[in-house]
Nanobody, 116 residues
Framework: QVQLVESGGGVVQAGGSLRLSCVAS????????MAWYRQSPGKERELVAHGSGTYADSVKGRFTISGDNVQNIMYLQMNNLKPEDTAVYYC??????????????WGQGTQVTVSS
């Protein structure tokens, strides 16, 4: 059973930085199969960064994804934060269910609030 737990969210002023962490347990998950999403009220959940090293255009140059595959930890370093970055950030992975079919796993989310 895969479990994902995010941490590191909080309140920060515009221009500040935060580092989010996602710890995976229950299975060994490669960072290449993990990603960060975010969702703000009234908006669709969007892909922010993927462990393969791709980023949404809105965060390129500001956010950096990294991880420790041995400890199953994925990080999202967020620099030069902007008010529009305010959202609940979710860790995500796809892994085989007992049937062998891939399914989605999500963390509980961590709130990031960027004040003007």
């Amino acid at each position: 059973q895969v479990q994902l737990v995010e941490s590191g969210g909080g309140v920060v002023q515009a221009g500040g930085s935060l580092r989010l962490s996602c710890v995976a347990s229950g299975s060994t998950i490669s960072i290449n199969n993990m990603a960060w999403y975010r969702q703000s009220p009234g908006k669709e959940r969007e892909l922010v960064a993927h462990g393969s090293g791709t980023y949404a255009d809105s965060v390129k140059g500001r956010f950096t994804i990294s991880g420790d595959n041995v400890q199953n930890i994925m990080y999202l370093q967020m620099n030069n934060l902007k008010p529009e970055d305010t959202a609940v950030y979710y860790c995500h992975t796809r892994a085989p269910a007992p049937s062998g079919q891939l399914r989605d796993y999500w963390g509980q989310g961590t709130q990031v609030t960027v004040s003007s």
